[in-house]
């Protein structure tokens, strides 16, 4: 069987290591966009390899981007600096480099790392919960934990800061919000249900932001009786992101 090579340790972000090939940066780039005030409007095969939005202060500016393990190899490979903007690699190499350069072996250290943590699971196989729950929460939130089993045993629960987050197991498939002894969650539903508020979230709070129309979300859950309402609907959200992870 072929060794895989790796890079240096960096655990950045949900990088274990440092990237060894060019698409190594490119995930890593992709990582630090909101530190860089960019958003990407096209990645491709061709020169220059992405398309930016980069925020000036006063308003979004196109341009666009090379991607190299070392940026020698901007030069190397032929590519004309008069059709790039910014040139993004591992390690600058280049002294004289005739175009900005972000290196990235630098920037990551500049800039606040969050790792991604490991489920919150005791010596004996029991959670180590984060939040305070009450009588009335622990008892419909064991309910709720013991019917996704019943759906499949590979699921579990993470606690995360606005609640709970429940895995199909690669992705997400049940956010649980917690709420004054009881609880909202949000499931993936494709747009088309019942019993489920649909409408897209804009919130403040991290909780809703990062929701679209393709989730929807409960009444409030403050009894067993009202979960009970909802478990046709999540086992449906389980199903969903089992038929669009499908490789």
């Avoid at 390690?91 to 630098?106: A, F, G, M, Q, S």
Wanted: aromatic residues 12%; negative net charge.
């Amino acid at each position: 069987m072929k060794e895989d090579k790796v890079g240096d340790v960096i655990d950045f972000r949900g990088h274990i290591y440092s990237p060894v090939k060019e698409q190594g940066v490119v995930g890593l780039f992709i990582s630090v966009l909101k530190d860089l005030n960019m958003k990407i409007e096209q990645l491709r095969q061709e020169f220059p390899d992405c398309v930016i939005h980069r925020y000036n202060g006063k308003e979004w500016i196109r341009e666009y981007v090379e991607f190299e393990l070392y940026s020698k190899r901007f030069k190397e490979h032929g590519h004309d600096p008069d059709k790039c903007h910014l040139l993004v690699c591992w390690e600058d190499n280049w002294k004289d480099c005739p175009i900005e350069v972000l290196e990235l072996k630098t920037y990551i250290t500049e800039v606040p790392n969050w790792k991604i943590p490991k489920p919150e699971i005791s010596e004996k196989g029991k959670r180590d919960y984060k939040h305070d729950l009450t009588p009335n929460q622990q008892e419909i939130y064991d309910n709720l934990e013991a019917y996704t089993k019943e759906i499949s045993q590979d699921t579990w629960i993470k606690s995360v800061s606005f609640g709970y987050t429940v895995y199909s197991p690669k992705r997400v498939f049940i956010y649980i919000d917690l709420r004054i002894n009881a609880f909202k969650i949000w499931l993936f539903t494709l747009g088309e249900g019942d019993n489920l508020e649909y409408r897209p979230i804009s919130g403040k709070n991290t909780s809703q932001a990062i929701f679209n129309k393709q989730w929807g979300r409960s009444d409030l859950i403050n009894s067993l009786e009202v979960l009970e309402e909802y478990k046709e609907a999540i086992k449906l959200s389980f199903e969903n992101i089992i038929e669009i992870t499908k490789e």
